[in-house]
């Protein structure tokens, strides 16, 4: 294909997107992320940041970097296997192996690129079986389509599913993925079930619990604690630094063997610049507030309550959740997008989420709540709502 016919069909591409409402525009933020940042030169209060706990402009982290930095320098050199790896690196694994309850853990530069690992390291041939939650993250569903293992979706939370996918297929190595949090509806999966279907299989279980580490369980270790799970129960958890604890990278956590072999064999371990040392220093801090401040997840449980109860009571068309992912259904794209930008004018910064992100006549408004919001700004959002959402 000549360059020229690239280009043609790029342009009726993106003729496309335009046309069906999906056109995405990036707006820039010219402040630190927080409940209120400035956008376009306009002060907005921020209900689509995934900073749950708030820590994201917090001023130890803030010292913790710039500390770092004068110590590590500021990049990292080189993936973690040539000379990118730092006494931070090892130190932040130690600790996060410690509170998750697990034999080992390994950083990865990015969430994305820690659930790409995990597929095609685990299940290398085509007689191998992956089966994956409907709804389960991008990243996850792209990792399973680069493993040439067999690739099956279950019905989203549904065990039973599960259950008939697992026992229909033949193949030995078995693998299942699911989020804990669905990042776009704000559900828990039913995790216990899960458990007892991928025992009864021998199948292996993955959770990604980017969205509930921090804000999950007594002391904010995420979904498995909030279940009682243990590494017997799912031997890999993956989850990030970018969102409850406000930094950036992700870690891997489980048994030693399979933490092993991804350190030998993930491509996008081997093969990826290390996360910089000094950020890798900010997690550690970020990861020792956590026991400091439980007020941060008490306040924010407030939140989730407040803004829950007053939805239902104004009759606005919120899904039921129970974690600060609030996801207010519109149903067409361009009505979501007009809908953001009605709240936009008014003060708030709502993010529309339309396909492929979700299901296609399912677009949203998805409204995140963080331990950095007031009473006060989610009295003031609902008001919003009530006038600028149709109430059925």
Known sequence: MAASDISAGIGADLDYIRGAGLFRKRRVIKSPQGAVV????????????????????????????????????????????????????????????RITGRDRAVVFSSGYLANLSLARTLCPGRTDLIVADRLSHASMIDAA?????????????????????????????KLVLTDSVFSMDGDVAPLPDIVKVCRQARACLVVDDAHGFGVLGKSGRGALEYF?????????????????????????????????????????????????PALAATALMSLRLLDDEPWRREHLQTLIKR????????????????????????????????????????GFFISAIRPPSVPNNTARLRITLSAAHTEEQIDHLLDALLETVAVK
Not at 230 to 258: C, H, N, R, S
């Open 228 to 276: 009682d799970l243990g590494q017997e129960d799912v031997p890999l958890l993956m989850a990030t630094f970018g969102k409850a604890l406000g930094v950036f990278g992700a870690f891997i956590a489980g048994q030693t063997q399979l933490i092993e072999l991804l350190i030998q064999r993930a491509r996008t371990y081997i093969y990826t610049t290390a996360l910089p």
């Open 38 to 97: 400035t956008v376009d030169n306009q002060r907005l209060v921020n209900f689509c940041s995934n900073d749950y706990l708030g820590f994201a402009n917090d001023d130890r982290l803030i010292r913790a970097l710039q500390q770092a930095a004068e110590t590590y320098g500021v990049g990292s050199g080189a993936s973690q296997l040539v000379c990118g790896r730092s006494s931070m690196h090892a130190e932040l694994e130690t600790e996060l192996a």
């Open 145 to 173: 389509r680069l493993s040439p293992a067999v690739f099956k979706r279950y019905r989203h939370a549904d065990p039973v599913s599960l259950e008939q996918q697992l026992n229909k297929w033949g193949q030995k190595r």
């Open 307 to 346: 803004f829950q109860e007053g939805a239902v009571q104004l009759g606005l068309p919120i899904l039921p959740s129970s974690t600060p992912i609030q996801p207010l259904m519109v149903g067409s794209a361009s009505a979501a997008v007009k809908l953001s930008d009605k709240l936009f004018h008014q």
